[in-house]
């Protein structure tokens, strides 16, 4: 069983809205922090949004913030990417993570979902 599963992707239109779900079924003490982020074709991997399982820290790139939201359900091991407003350049592969440290900084998670495409067409 694969710890981190992403799903809700797909091919949208500009200004449309998307909701991310990464099942976390592998959770594990002391890897209090999940990571959303993304990668376009020929880019490196960005950091999208980070919360923590507590849901006091959390963390947005400049380019999403306003836009998108990161919420957690615990009971559910769910957390979530609610993105509105959707841009063409939102386009990309997004990954969820675990980790043990806070932070936009794929180093810092050691577990990841093999992602989930998201398409915006303008």
């Known amino acids: 069983q694969e710890p981190l599963v992403e799903s809700g992707g797909g091919l949208v239109q500009a200004g449309d809205s998307l909701r991310l779900s990464c099942l976390v079924s592998g959770r594990t003490p002391g890897k209090n922090y999940i990571g959303w982020f993304r990668q376009a074709p020929g880019q490196e991997r960005e950091s999208v949004a980070t919360?923590?399982?507590?849901?006091?820290?959390?963390v947005y790139a400049a380019s999403v913030k306003g836009r998108f939201t990161i919420l957690r359900d615990n009971a559910k091991d769910t957390v979530y990417l609610q993105m509105n407003s959707l841009k063409p350049e939102d386009t990309g592969v997004y990954y969820c993570?675990?980790?043990?440290?806070?932070?936009?900084?794929?180093?810092?998670?050691?577990?990841w979902g093999r992602g989930t495409q998201v398409t915006v067409s303008s």
């Open positions: 919360i923590s399982w507590s849901g006091v820290a959390m």
């Open positions: 993570a675990q980790g043990s440290k806070f932070g936009p900084v794929a180093s810092y998670y050691d577990d």
